[in-house]
């Protein structure tokens, strides 16, 4: 009789440490307390709305200190927050809200012009605006005292290569274990504090409030990333740890030129692929200690991390996985790789999701006896360290965000004079890597880049349209018709579309 | 389907921090990963002496890094440990033994003599001694590669207050959970290193090696308590943890005088009942920083913690529980006390036992909708800290030993010439307490307090031999005939007996 549940986190925290400071944000700081209270007032307030236990409730609001009382005044109730990427259109934000089969999403009022969409879209779905939300009257709100680790808790959109986004679900569990992984690695000392620049609607940035609260300690949290302000509040909030991604880490590098971050800054969590080698140099010239990780929306965030005194010796490797969890190398016969030899990334461990929202049968295909077939390609060298050689085969990284070459190529080809489409990444300075798009157009057919552009612009998120759109004769395929994105990122080094 | 398996642990730590210092014990010391080269030779010459999975296996061995790798050498096997408390008599062993059902007792070869007697007792025993053993022929053995947190690690007997010693199962998830909840109190940084003077065969001192093993931290393991040696290794080893009981913590302060401990010693764990007033002042004036905890061999260790910021404002207060743990204080009707009401303490956790070994009827007695009773009583005040009143009622704790009244009174009726006999502790500076007996004769019969001594000595570990022996009249008991052990105390705190 393994007993599976645990005291409701925040409410345990409050208890625990109630005058700690839970979060800083902008002029305000407030204890571990104070976020209690907030998140319960705030319960009785979603409650009096009609939102119940275990329903499924859709978010998008942007980092900002009433998000996170709004999250865990969720978690207080059970209620699954179904947390939305602040920059999808809102034919991508109905599609999830369907799908998820949400029937309240809570707003920011500067969204407030995807509401008209969102009603048309979703059928009884009910728009809350955060304002007149936390203004409303409040019922007595009926806390869960505790939470079983199996419940969810999240769920987050992820699209994989194959096209439609999928939900994945993040039990209260997973966020334990990936608190409690992350803290065996990185020892937790009491004047930990931990900035958060990057989204919370992200599971980067999502899990920094779950360790917050877990751990007892408090969180920085910024609207977005702003180099300057960065700085600022590393030396003057005494930040120890700040989660970042390779182009945030770039910057900050230019920024502070010849000086140093402030001594007790003890670790750079950097996520988002692997970082070039001349902006490790950098770190280690600098003395900034960078733990290089691998992870995804499916681990609820790092589950492979590397530590500094490996950053140069291990270049390119994501390190060895968190105690919690476990890696290993699936040739395509489905056995298991020796070291040295690549093949699909296969994880396990508590940190790993339970499955997709309302889809058993992609869970099936990716979740085999209790591992994760994550579709990432790389190998573990003699010693256990794991270096990815491919995200997602084609997964392009920008800025931190996902894009799916299959999601763009989808959207493309529905254009009545596409006839054949492929999307790869190409290597960015400023975003790591940008998408580009290479176009067959149908026999006697025309259009023009900036046509298939605003195409695009209207369908979807702004980070996603193509860089650059190339029309090309035929696409490379091989002989099952596949499209090898290989060849194209080939075409793009060789520098043919200059 | 929530994933309750975790990598084995000790393999997984050999690989995440290889070369980190695991055990110092003398002039020894030995990494992560000659502490699993060694334990994964024990764990051939285990299996090829007919040792088997989910087999349980009694341990019979003194605080030594053998028995270290002994016991981590059953874990990769995945054996079931049955630690043997090292100051039983024969008999004692011999039916916690049987009671066990162990087929296999790991001997030091110092406890030879006791070895014809567990033979004669046990049927189809096989004692292995130690040291043979070590010397013996390994096979390849079959590591548990994967730990199920629901399986069973460790059997430790405790005596109930109704007699027969019950064996307390603890998972691999009751001491993960163990670990991970003091982690989050106490934090954990990279120069921690725990020092171990309390017994292995106490879940005190094996917590501290699971701990070692989570963490990745060196644990300096002393066969006994040498205040001396103690101090010598806390400057000279940079010790920063120490787990200690009262008696042992006034004679450090005895020794240290004027002088302080240094610097970098952060936490005196200080377990086995209330410490008195004069012995927390001592340590405020010497900056010792104590943390008084309450737990016993069913929450595998600590599951109440007071940090020391609050041990002179909260004198007698064990603290608050543990993160993954919850206290609640059960009256008698069986509804919860409100705060400042006394009751039985009840506790819940996934550091829990999920009961004794082969006793279906004790576990369901004391494991009700997953809340443990413990039989201790106390109260939480309004801030909920909880004040432990008397330890399972009439439980004596001595030198950090559990001692059971109903215990030594099982005994002593069983001597001819005694009638009826009460068992209850007395305040002693030494030992925190010594166990006196209350012996009424049979009409007519005589016997000498000497005879009873000898009698018990025959019979019990020495530890547990009653202090002083009163001859009365008639026991107080009340209407249905129950031994008021207050009673007994009040009669000695009077000084009716001195």
């Given at each position: 009789m393994q007993n599976n549940s645990l005291p409701n986190f925040l409410k345990k925290r409050a208890f625990l440490?109630?005058?700690?400071?839970?979060i800083y944000f902008h002029e305000e700081a407030i204890t571990f307390k104070e976020l209690y209270h907030r998140s319960f007032k705030a319960a009785g307030q979603l409650q009096a709305l009609g939102i119940k236990k275990d329903d499924y409730v859709g978010v998008l609001l942007k980092n900002h200190l009433d998000t996170v009382i709004i999250l865990f005044a969720l978690q207080l109730l059970s209620v699954r927050a179904v947390i939305?990427?602040?920059?999808?259109t809102s034919g991508e934000l109905v599609w999830q809200l369907n799908d998820s089969k949400a029937k309240f999403v809570i707003l920011e009022?500067?969204?407030?012009?995807?509401e008209m969409a969102l009603k048309a879209g979703v059928a009884s779905l009910r728009c809350i605006s955060k304002d007149q939300m936390l203004s409303s009257k409040a019922e007595d709100p009926i806390i869960q005292?505790?939470?079983?680790?199996?419940?969810?808790c999240t769920v987050m959109y992820t699209s994989g290569t194959t096209g439609n986004p999928k939900g994945v679900m993040q039990t209260y569990g997973n966020h334990w274990w990936n608190s409690v992984g992350s803290a065996l690695n990185l020892g937790f000392i009491e004047r930990d504090c931990w900035l958060c620049?990057?989204?919370?609607?992200?599971i980067s940035g999502f899990s920094i409030l779950m360790r917050g609260v877990i751990y007892g300690m408090p969180i920085v949290l910024h609207e977005s990333f702003d180099v300057e302000k960065v700085l600022f509040d590393i030396k003057n909030k005494q930040v120890t740890i700040m989660s970042v991604v390779g182009t945030m880490l770039s910057r900050m590098i230019d920024t502070i030129k010849d000086a140093h971050l402030p001594e007790q800054f003890r670790c750079m969590l950097l996520g988002g692929g692997p970082a070039p080698l001349p902006l490790l140099q950098s770190c280690v010239e600098k003395e900034i200690p960078v733990f290089q990780t691998y992870g995804m929306t499916e681990t609820a965030s790092q589950i492979v991390t590397l530590s500094p005194e490996y950053s140069l010796t291990k270049l390119g490797s994501a390190g060895k996985p968190l105690f919690p969890a476990q890696i290993k190398i699936e040739l395509e016969d489905g056995t298991i790789a020796s070291s040295g030899k690549a093949g699909e990334i296969i994880v396990k461990g508590p940190n790993v999701t339970p499955g997709y929202l309302n889809r058993p049968e992609a869970t099936m295909e990716k979740l085999r006896d209790g591992w994760l077939h994550t579709g990432d390609v790389g190998y573990l060298d003699e010693e256990g360290f794991l270096y990815v050689l491919d995200r997602r085969s084609d997964l392009i990284i920008s800025g931190g965000e996902n894009i799916y070459p299959a999601e763009l190529e989808s959207v493309l080809s529905g254009h009545p004079n596409v006839a054949d489409v492929g999307v790869t990444g190409l290597e960015d300075d400023r975003w790591g890597q940008v998408p580009i798009a290479f176009v067959v157009k149908k026999d006697g057919a025309d259009v023009s880049v900036e046509e298939l552009v605003d195409y695009c612009m209207s369908r979807m998120a702004k980070y996603k349209i193509p860089k650059a759109i190339y029309f090309i004769d035929h696409l490379p395929r091989n002989?099952?018709?596949?499209?090898?994105r290989r060849k194209l990122r080939e075409w793009l080094s060789e520098g043919r579309f200059e």
């Open positions: 440490t109630p005058d700690r400071t839970a939305l990427n602040n920059r999808l009022p500067a969204f407030s012009e995807v005292e505790e939470v079983d680790l199996s419940n969810v620049t990057v989204p919370i609607f992200h002989a099952a018709k596949k499209l090898l």
